[in-house]
T-cell receptor, first 122, second 111 residues
Framework: DAGVIQSPRHEVTEMGQEVTLRCKLISGHNSLFWYRQTMMRGLELLIY????????DSGMPEDRFSAKMPNASFSTLKIQPSEPRDSAVYFC????????????????????FGPGTRLTVL | QKEVEQNSGPLSVPEGAIASLNCTYS??????FFWYRQYSGKSPELIMS????GDKEDGRFTAQLNKASQYVSLLIRDSQPSDSATYLC???????????FGKGTMLLVSP
């Protein structure tokens, strides 16, 4: 059974260029999380989708970052224009969440991470 | 402010010893707690989850949760060199479907 698929695995680009990262969810899952990991800041949530709808994008750093989920199993994270400070490993994680969190009550299921995309912006 | 705190380490233990990894969190209403292991250059993988106060054992791993003290720990018995990795604590805080991760503790197990 295929896990989370991310592409590309490595991306090297020059400042100012557009970068598009891709993620495919595990079949049957309904929630997707984009994370960024750096030594300084650790693993940070950028955006979270549930059933194709963005639920929480408070972690998206600025307008240069955008994410879409055009169908139930696929998502893109775009950075335009890219800057050297965007260099990081970007992970996407897949989960099955039966009830989006509201005040009180557990609602989080296990998140399964993809292999990540190592982005270097020169 | 949602916070999950871990000692960055490295925590060095000899092979066969017990490794104890600790994590504190800021939201008293947090409900679900996870430990992920991340090898260098790899993605995080779930090794334990715990939801209730007390201990939960799975093989050589034991997760301990104390909600009153806002503290969760992971014990690794009979540590092996293959356990050398960074261990991330993750918490589902009240009212959210997302996880807040600590920055991780690096564990080094020497033969």
């Amino acid at each position: 059974d295929a896990g989370v698929i991310q592409s590309p695995r490595h991306e090297v680009t020059e400042m100012g260029q557009e970068v598009t990262l891709r993620c495919k969810l595990i079949s049957g899952h309904n929630s997707l999380f984009w994370y960024r990991q750096t030594m300084m800041r650790g693993l940070e949530l950028l955006i979270y989708f549930n059933n194709n709808v963005p639920i929480d994008d408070s972690g998206m750093p600025e307008d240069r970052f955008s994410a879409k989920m055009p169908n139930a199993s696929f998502s893109t994270l775009k950075i335009q224009p890219s800057e050297p400070r965007d260099s990081a490993v970007y992970f996407c994680a897949s989960s099955l969440i039966l009830r989006v969190g509201t005040s009180g009550g557990p609602s989080t299921d296990t998140q399964y991470f993809g292999p990540g995309t190592r982005l270097t912006v020169l | 402010q949602k916070e999950v705190e871990q000692n960055s380490g490295p925590l060095s233990v000899p092979e066969g010893a017990i490794a104890s990894l600790n994590c504190t969190y800021s939201d008293r209403g947090s409900q679900s707690f996870f430990w992920y292991r991340q090898y260098s250059g790899k993605s995080p993988e779930l090794i334990m989850s715990i939801y209730s106060n007390g201990d939960k054992e799975d093989g050589r791993f034991t997760a301990q949760l104390n909600k009153a003290s806002q503290y969760v720990s992971l014990l690794i018995r009979d540590s092996q060199p293959s356990d050398s990795a960074t261990y991330l604590c993750a918490v589902n805080m009240r009212g959210y479907s997302t996880l807040t991760f600590g920055k991780g503790t690096m564990l080094l197990v020497s033969p």
